[in-house]
């Protein structure tokens, strides 16, 4: 058995993967600039590898005006510094890979959302209208090949060619070999081609652009509801299908003319290459050799990080990594179980059974679509701001009321085949759902997962946050019919509102704030013991009450032992850094 203190806490690993250059002298980094030029066939910019390296180093990027001015050109000045005080001023280039992404997360959205409206059609045409777990697994069938294995544009076309249940099944299930790798490739992509002063702004459009092809996926819906045909039985949905298909092949036009990910050339050996990419995808040289040598440094410290196995094992040995694991978990899980792909998937059956017709129950699941991307807008602006924590703990309990009150309206006039008012209200419940939503569990909890596991772990703890969200996305997706009928409308929308309360207080007693937090701030939170922070939660109830409904001035609760936690990790990084300290 491997004694404790031989196993790297995670202090120590990010310590060395933090900013391994910070605290090495002015002479050392442009040395170690211009040894990795000459190392690695760059000897043409060995004078940007030596500004690089030093850039590279420093905690804040305005610190350059600092150091040496001699060592920058005019133009290195203008552009460093707008980088933080202009920070959208970027090449072409980068914009056309962020409208590459852009597109191919409403690929995603539109994939999950034009089956929607096909759902009023197909059922009937297949002889399955009555079997509630066949149209469950037909459904869900792409998000089933998510979770067990990982075209997009061909398969979407197969779907249009199906004549029967199992054919669709089959068509629908390769669908998810291209939504899957998508869905964990794309932001990865965006993330290491992007500047990190816009990085988390572009992370976050995965989300809202998932989001507007969701809402693409509805106007589908009613653009070919009544397309029909006499040769062709059930055109329209079978049309709705391969509407699908326009956005991957726009995708695939274009990745050919956007530049590869510098890291992945670096880890495939081909810096030259790597360079040339990131030149594309940054205003000037000295940025792209800055970018390049820290990436080389960190790639680097990774490889003798642990690796396999034991790091699997150390995301449940070590408290900091299973308490983000445990926090990463909750928020991809409730992403699902919050009923939001309910709605995605079959608001147009469930605006049916509460008396629409079949236009305007499409009308009204395009309507839900359009606020699902409006309300997205906003979480741009108020993740950074508002905090992913409080997001949360504001929208759960609203969305849990929402479906209450939509599952309730089902008794509105229960005994009537329409009733303006069972639909008006049941409309209401739904889109007040989509509005606390999508500034909420829409987009916390990929970015939520992407900061709260250290780095030497964190490409394992987002397999396993993707791994969740798509297999509970399957389980939801399968179970919904059957749900409803053992249920009633009235007990499946309840049902859900349930679980949204759960992840209120989920995200109370176990989910610490990482708004804003540097590295070692992560590492401190995270380290504080689990019943410390079940308290802290404890305590922000009263709080809540006494300041803001009996007005009362009073402290807000703290959470213990974080200040003592963040001192340790601080004094142990500088440590690190230091040799002096160290001895």
Partial sequence: MTPRSAIENPQQVNAKLGNPLQGKSLEDLQEMGQAYANEHGLQPYTEEFRKGAVLASLDEPLKFKELQQEMFTAQDVIILDEEVTKKWRQPAVLYHMVVMCSVAAAVQGMDESVINGANLFFF??????????????????????????????????????????????????????????????????????????????????????????????????????????????????????????????????????????PRYLMSKGQHTKAFESLCRLRRSKTQAARDLFYMHVLLQNESRMARGFKKITEMFTVGRNRRAMIASEIVMFMQQFCGINVIAYYSSTIFVNAGFSHLNALLASLGFGIINFLFALPAVYTIDTFGRRNLLLTTFPCMAICLLFTGFCFWIDAGEATSPARIGCIALGIY???????????????????????????????????????????????????LEKKFTSQGAFAFYAAWNIFGFFATLFCLPETKGKTLEELDAVFSVSSKAHARYGAAQIPYFFKRYFLFQKIQPPQLEDYEDKLYENSNYVNAERDPVRRV
């Fill in 124 to 261: 009937k045409q297949f002889g399955i209208e009555d079997n509630e777990w066949l149209k469950g697994i037909v459904n869900s069938a792409p998000y089933l090949c998510c979770f067990t294995l990982g075209c997009c544009a061909a398969t979407c076309l197969w779907q249009a060619f199906t004549n029967n249940w199992w054919h669709l099944f089959i068509a629908r299930f390769f669908l998810g070999l291209g939504i899957g790798p998508k869905s964990s490739t794309v932001p990865i992509y965006a993330a290491e081609c992007s500047p990190p002063a816009i990085r988390g702004a572009l992370v976050m459009m995965w989300q809202m652009w998932t989001a507007f092809g969701i809402m693409i996926g509805c106007v589908m819906g009613v653009a070919f509801m009544n397309v029909h045909s006499d040769s062709i039985e059930g055109l329209n949905w079978r049309l709705m299908l391969a509407s699908a298909m326009v956005p991957p092949i726009i995708v695939c036009c274009q990745v050919y003319f956007c530049p590869e990910s």
């Fill in 432 to 482: 007040m759902f989509a509005i606390f939503y999508s500034p909420g569990e829409g987009p916390v909890p990929f970015t939520y997962s992407a900061e709260a596991y250290p780095l030497y772990i964190r490409d394992i703890g987002m397999s396993l946050a993707t791994a969740t969200t798509w297999g509970f996305n399957w389980l939801l997706a399968v179970t919904w019919f059957s």
